[in-house]
DNA sequence: ACCCGTCTTAATCTTTCATTAATCTTTTTG
DNA sequence: CAAAAAGATTAATGAAAGATTAAGACGGGT
């Protein structure tokens, strides 16, 4: 279920700085996910919208700034914020050059931390309810999901809803399976004949957009479902 | 004529950090004006337009904070960020309450400086407000928002106050998907069956007073909303 | 009271899109 | 290898959304 509050991916390692941070911003009435390492928060975001994701710099297996990358190949404008203890210049470079909004020294003070986010969501398009708008690298496409688009070549075709919420959904999990079931409940909230029927006819159709890149494909997981595979 | 440089306005008292500054900023393609008080910046702001403001806190007469308050009364929307030695909470805090976008501690690294704007301007809204706030470029159309005039070719033609708040919503967001329900609450403050179909009656008209120029056209995103598309 | 311009409601036609159906192909399993 | 299940593909259908045009209502100004 959708709140209107502000949602805020928090990605910290550390327990002791992840469990305030994520209290005190809960405290202030945002709604914190809070995850620690960078391949939980790429699941987290394929599977639901945020409006910040606050990323740690330094983090065992995928430090922030290979994190920062990723998100924005999969999630483009989602803007993001560093945490950091090495104030080192050249990772404050190189932090907003990945396109961070901003780039927050440790110690944290959580004040500052929540006017500083403040600040930057007060600068962002306001969002329609309800649209939040997400857009996704596809290969050579782009899926501009608040506007239904899918971008080719300058070129763009305009996707029925159905379709830009599949392919969302199959964007979001590149690489990864995503069963039937997932994503019958997610779109039709429901898992009966009928409906799988439809999604064939849906992936039919996404197949017939996608087929200008061929290093892109929609695959079939005998009943289990499907994977939108990128060769990178 | 405007320049398509980035305009920067530089309010800082002390000679060498001033002169600085504003040499370092010149020589990365901003366009500088330094200025050392409240007084002298506003009477800039009076006659020019500008991008982002660049405040120091500690200034004899008129200190940061009192500036960026008098700078919201008068261009309510350019951003101003504070350059500060005094990195005490509670002026971080009052920096960010007053709507700072930023809030830098002396001493200034000048290429986190350049980063930060940077990273603050691209994250801008960006307005396709003309100059005088209600005038907006469509093609070769020019809507006249404060006369309520649709001008094409040295001609014009006068719109219902309905039809140019219509149109306002969708210059304002060109090739932005404007929702039903968003343009509804706007209009007409409600969101029933009748004025949706109001609605399509001014979508018609509008279509029609724009089919001069085939570059422009308002689409439909089923059962979401309505884009105004200009081809660039 | 009566225009006149403007907005709303109504009536009608067109388009869009999710679903269902029908048919063909591939994969799995015994 | 043959039958059954799952998937792919294409087309048909019907309901909902949108477009268009015309007629009615409303309100300010003279």
Same mark, same amino acid.
């Given at each position: 279920m959708k709140t209107n509050k502000t949602r805020l991916l928090l990605v910290e390692d550390e327990d002791s700085l992840g469990y305030l941070l994520s209290e005190y911003l809960g405290m202030k009435g945002f709604m914190v996910k809070w995850v620690k390492d960078g391949e939980e928060a790429l699941a987290e975001i394929g599977q639901s919208t945020f409006d910040l994701a606050i990323l740690d710099v !330094? !983090?065992? @297996? !995928? *430090?922030g700034f290979a994190l920062a990358e990723r998100i924005r190949l999969n999630a483009v404008d989602l803007p993001f914020l560093f945490l950091t203890a090495r104030s080192l210049k050249v990772d404050v470079l190189k932090g907003f050059s990945l396109g961070a909004v901003d780039y927050l020294k440790k110690p944290i003070d959580e004040e500052e931390l929540v006017a500083r986010i403040n600040a930057i969501l007060s600068r962002l398009v306001p969002k329609d309810l309800g649209a939040s708008g997400t857009s996704f690298r596809i290969g050579r496409y782009e899926l501009d999901g608040k506007n239904q688009k899918l971008i080719f070549n300058n070129d763009y075709r305009t996707l029925t809803t159905r379709e830009t919420e599949l392919l969302k959904i199959l964007a979001s999990n590149k690489n990864n399976l995503c069963t039937h079931k997932n994503i019958l409940l997610q779109l039709w909230g429901d898992n009966d004949y009928f409906n799988r029927k439809s999604l064939n006819v849906f992936i039919t159709r996404l197949r017939n957009y996608l @087929?200008? *890149? *061929?290093?892109?494909k929609i695959e079939n997981v005998h009943g289990k479902g499907f994977i939108l595979r990128v060769k990178e």
């Open positions: !330094m !983090m065992p @297996k !995928m *430090d @087929k200008a *890149d *061929d290093t892109i």
